[in-house]
Structure formats: structure tokens, C-alpha cells
């Protein structure tokens, strides 16, 4: 697998401890960056071009889905996903809707690694 | 204080938050790894102050940890996630397995708590939602620490009523107790039976 790099954006860093292991585990060797804003996310994404992020929902500030929607007008390339608590339906909505991949928490490895390696992620 | 909701909308709030708390429960024994046995939830309507006493007595009287989320609707309240503070340890160590050393542990043992409140009460929140086709705002996780009254800080304890909802849950094989509970004002419980029952009306009448 290719080195790639890899955003993590939540305001939990227990939740960013836990989603970096799976992604160690899973694609070693790989670079991965963590925020834990919204803002953040942005500023690093503009200084690094991650190839994929993994964005929680309910964050303070700006919070995930407008980060989100940011994320798809300033940086097309990145892979983004959804990575959050909220099992709500307009969540899901709005993350199809964005043409983004919505991953619910708690993470499930095989998920993510599908998101990881090429897939849009849904749960 | 039965005469506040009818008894068919009392089944059907209890049939909905069974269903939204299966869900939480399912997210628990994920993160957790282990099964998560549930008791049957009971709706109450409860003077804040015997709420309170209600939740020192599942702990014999000592501290306990919470997160809470106030959330809003068509109602509004707050929903938390109850943990003995002497098992709130043993929690983190199962959710973060052997990954995070043990002195690391103590240190990160807030924000895990904070993340698994996040978790499990979303679950809860979001099949509430879904259920009754809500969008339900909630604010971000607070963390709190103490005696049962300070940890549902309700506005007026001597005059309100609150609904109160509490179901048990254990961790099998780790011994972890904690308890989930809803605190709604009366007339926000009112609200919410309301919802409910529209939307029982809704799936019988197909």
C-alpha cells in the first residue's frame, strides 16, 4: 500500500487515540495528522493535502458538517468521511448529500479500513 | 403522580426509550467488548430532590461520575450517563484495552469517560430521533463528579417536577455498573409523550 496521509479531526483525544491505532494497525507507515477543531482541520489540511480525513460531527466551534462542506469546496481531492456519535438520520442525510462517507461511532475496524483502501465508508 | 401522562402514553415513552436505549446499550458493548445486560426502564415523575436521592442510593451514598447532554426539541432536557466513581476506572481500562499504558490511564480516564458518554448517549438521542422523525439538537458532553443532586443540577429543585428515567446496566464479565438517565420538566415531558403517542397513532393506523 502506497504511504498515504491521513487527517483526524475530533475534539476528543481519547476518540483520536483510538481511531490512530486502527489506522496504525491497519496501514503502517502511513502519516497521520490529528485536530481537534474544525478550524484546525482546515489550516493543517491547506499546509499538508491529507489524501483522507475522518471528521467527528459535534465539535465546538464551526463543527464537523460545515467543516465538511469547507473541506469539499477548498480541498476535492481528500477522501472525507463522517466518523461520529450522531445516528441521526439528517446526519446521514447530509453526509450523502455532500457525496461524502458517513462512519458511525463506535468505530468498527473493517470499516474504516474500507474507507482507508479506496471505499466511500457507510455504516 | 401518575395523572400527568395516561397510562398508554407511559407504555409507549417506555417502549421508544427501550428501543433507543437497546441502541445505546449495543454501542456500550462494542467500545467495551463485553455484554450489556439492561434493566427494564420505568418512567417516574420525581421531585428533584428525591431523583436525587434515588441516584445516592444505587451508589450507598458516594461520589459519582456523569456525562451529560442537554438536548432540545419539540422538548428538552438532559440525558446522563451514571457511573459509581470507583468503577469509572475500570470502564476506561476496558474501553482502551492494552493500548494506553497504566499510568497513563488516570490522566486520560476523564476524557475517555467523556467519549464513551458521547457514544452511548448519541446512540440513545439519535434512535429517539430516528424513531419519532425529530431532529434533536444536543450540546456538547459535560463532565461531572459528586453527589446525585449536584450531578442533576436541576433549576429549581424545590418546585419542580422532573420526568426521570433511569435504567441499570452491567458489564457481565468486568462487574461495571452505571445507570442512564433522562431528566425532562413537566411540561416538556408532556411535549414528548405527545410526539410519542403521535407517532404510535401514526404506525397503528399504518
Known amino acids: 500500500m502506497t504511504s498515504r496521509t491521513v487527517l483526524l479531526v475530533d475534539d476528543s483525544r481519547v476518540a483520536r487515540m483510538m481511531t490512530r491505532s486502527v489506522v496504525e494497525r491497519s496501514c503502517p507507515g502511513w502519516t497521520i495528522l490529528e485536530a481537534a477543531t474544525g478550524e484546525e482541520a482546515l489550516d493543517l489540511a491547506a499546509a499538508s493535502a491529507p489524501d483522507f480525513v475522518l471528521m467527528d460531527v459535534n465539535m465546538p466551534g464551526m463543527g464537523g458538517l460545515e467543516t465538511a462542506r469547507l473541506f469539499r469546496q477548498r480541498f476535492p481531492a481528500a477522501a472525507l468521511s463522517l466518523l461520529t456519535a450522531n445516528i441521526q438520520d439528517f446526519v446521514r442525510d447530509e453526509a450523502a448529500h455532500l457525496g461524502i462517507g458517513y462512519i458511525s461511532k463506535p468505530l468498527r475496524d473493517d470499516l474504516l479500513v474500507g474507507f482507508l483502501t479506496g471505499g466511500a465508508g457507510s455504516s | ?137 444536543s450540546s456538547l458532553p459535560i463532565y461531572l463528579r459528586g453527589r446525585g443532586a449536584r450531578i442533576l443540577d436541576t433549576k429549581h429543585p424545590d418546585t419542580e417536577l422532573v420526568m426521570f428515567l433511569q435504567v441499570d446496566f452491567s458489564l457481565a464479565a468486568k462487574g461495571v455498573q452505571g445507570y442512564l438517565a433522562f431528566v425532562m420538566d413537566i411540561v416538556s415531558a408532556r411535549h414528548f409523550a405527545a410526539a410519542v403517542s403521535a407517532y404510535v397513532s401514526r404506525v397503528i393506523g399504518g
Open chain 2, 1 to 137: 403522580m401518575t395523572g400527568i401522562i395516561g397510562a398508554l402514553e407511559r407504555d409507549a415513552v417506555e417502549e421508544i426509550l427501550n428501543i433507543a436505549i437497546g441502541q445505546a446499550a449495543a454501542s456500550l458493548s462494542r467500545m467495551v467488548g463485553d455484554r450489556v445486560a439492561l434493566s427494564v426502564p420505568f418512567v417516574e415523575f420525581l421531585s428533584p430532590a428525591v431523583a436525587a436521592e434515588r441516584l445516592d442510593g444505587t451508589t450507598g451514598g458516594a461520589d459519582s461520575v456523569a456525562v451529560r447532554q442537554h438536548f432540545s426539541s419539540s422538548f428538552s432536557g438532559d440525558i446522563l450517563l451514571i457511573f459509581p466513581e470507583r468503577r469509572s476506572l475500570d470502564l476506561v481500562r476496558s474501553m482502551l484495552g492494552d493500548s494506553v499504558p497504566m499510568d497513563s490511564l488516570t490522566e486520560l480516564e476523564q476524557e475517555a469517560l467523556l467519549e464513551v458518554g458521547n457514544v452511548i448517549l448519541n446512540a440513545c438521542l439519535g434512535s429517539l430521533a430516528n424513531q419519532l422523525g425529530l431532529v434533536i439538537q
